[in-house]
């Protein structure tokens, strides 16, 4: 019979944070040696996760990231690597584990924080298309790039509008949308893309903010309009504005 340890439940913590299933309950704490946690309120229990580096504070061999140890165990063994069933497991839980700071940021309003996480993930499935044992393990996670995509142009669009303006904001949401069209082109479903209900609610996103700052066309979108009717000398001249506007902002 397993031994009880005494003292070591958390009811009274659980007790203090009600679970609520129709919202994400997150709260940025300090530990007792002074580093910032963050914690999330599920039905069972509750998350605590780092802010920095991998969100459980492991460190594989050192590294940052299970992503960095793998790049250095690739470079290691050469282009014929392919991940094994435990590093692929190792894979999903780090995959896993950023979903959720991610969820934890976005609830916070920490959208560069967001950003940061969906790009580890990003980077992380680009990285395992070089390296996935089969085509089968690799599309049971290319059918998520789509909502880190989602997650990654909200948090860009909203961190654009607090630290820039609204017509930047609009550019983080056009650029999402051109990133989610190539991903539907890549896999032959261009004919879903504009029913998919992220694309609507991001494009929703877009012409709110269009209507509530009264935004017209984004010099970018005047430069896409000018090159397709042909308007070179336009096209041109909004290229010119563009790179000023990116030098001053640099």
Same mark, same amino acid.
């Given at each position: 019979?397993?031994?009880?340890?005494?003292?070591?439940?958390?009811?009274?913590?659980?007790?203090?944070?009600?679970?609520?299933?129709?919202?994400?309950?997150?709260?940025?704490?300090?530990?007792?040696?002074?580093?910032?946690?963050?914690?999330?309120?599920?039905?069972?229990?509750?998350?605590?996760?780092?802010?920095?580096?991998? /969100?459980?504070?492991?460190?594989?061999?050192?590294? %940052?990231?299970? @992503?960095?140890?793998?790049?250095?165990?690739?470079?290691?063994?050469?282009?014929?690597?392919?991940?094994?069933?435990?590093?692929?497991?190792? &894979?999903?839980?780090?995959? &896993?584990?950023?979903?959720?700071?991610?969820?934890?940021?976005?609830?916070?309003?920490?959208?560069?924080?967001?950003?940061?996480?969906?790009?580890?993930?990003?980077?992380?499935?680009? @990285? $395992?298309?070089?390296?996935? /044992?089969?085509?089968?393990?690799?599309?049971?996670?290319?059918?998520?790039?789509?909502?880190?995509? @989602?997650?990654?142009?909200?948090?860009?669009?909203?961190?654009?509008?607090?630290?820039?303006? /609204?017509?930047?904001?609009?550019?983080?949401?056009?650029?999402?949308?051109?990133?989610?069209?190539? @991903?539907?082109?890549?896999?032959? !479903?261009?004919?879903?893309?504009?029913?998919? %209900?992220?694309?609507?609610?991001?494009?929703?996103?877009? %012409?709110?903010?269009?209507?509530?700052?009264?935004?017209? /066309?984004? $010099?970018?979108?005047?430069? &896409?309009?000018?090159? &397709? !009717?042909?308007?070179?000398?336009?096209?041109?001249?909004?290229?010119?504005?563009?790179?000023?506007?990116?030098?001053?902002?640099?």
């Amino acid at each position: 019979m397993a031994r009880r340890a005494k003292q070591k439940d958390i009811d009274h913590v659980l007790r203090a944070w009600d679970y609520d299933p129709g919202e994400i309950s997150v709260r940025l704490v300090q530990a007792a040696d002074g580093r910032d946690v963050l914690q999330m309120r599920v039905d069972m229990g509750i998350l605590q996760l780092e802010t920095e580096h991998r /969100p459980d504070g492991w460190r594989p061999s050192g590294c %940052e990231s299970y @992503f960095d140890y793998l790049v250095g165990l690739t470079i290691h063994e050469g282009d014929d690597f392919s991940l094994d069933e435990d590093q692929c497991t190792e &894979a999903d839980r780090e995959l &896993a584990q950023f979903y959720h700071r991610r969820i934890c940021w976005l609830a916070l309003r920490e959208y560069r924080r967001a950003m940061r996480d969906a790009d580890h993930n990003l980077a992380f499935m680009d @990285f $395992l298309r070089q390296i996935a /044992p089969n085509q089968e393990w690799l599309d049971t996670h290319e059918q998520y790039r789509p909502f880190v995509l @989602f997650h990654r142009t909200q948090a860009g669009a909203l961190a654009a509008l607090e630290e820039s303006s /609204p017509e930047q904001a609009i550019e983080e949401v056009n650029l999402g949308l051109n990133r989610l069209k190539d @991903f539907f082109d890549q896999h032959d !479903a261009a004919e879903s893309y504009e029913d998919d %209900e992220m694309v609507r609610r991001l494009i929703d996103l877009r %012409e709110t903010l269009r209507e509530q700052y009264s935004v017209g /066309p984004t $010099l970018n979108e005047k430069l &896409a309009e000018a090159v &397709a !009717a042909e308007q070179y000398e336009l096209a041109a001249k909004l290229r010119d504005e563009i790179a000023q506007r990116d030098k001053r902002s640099a």
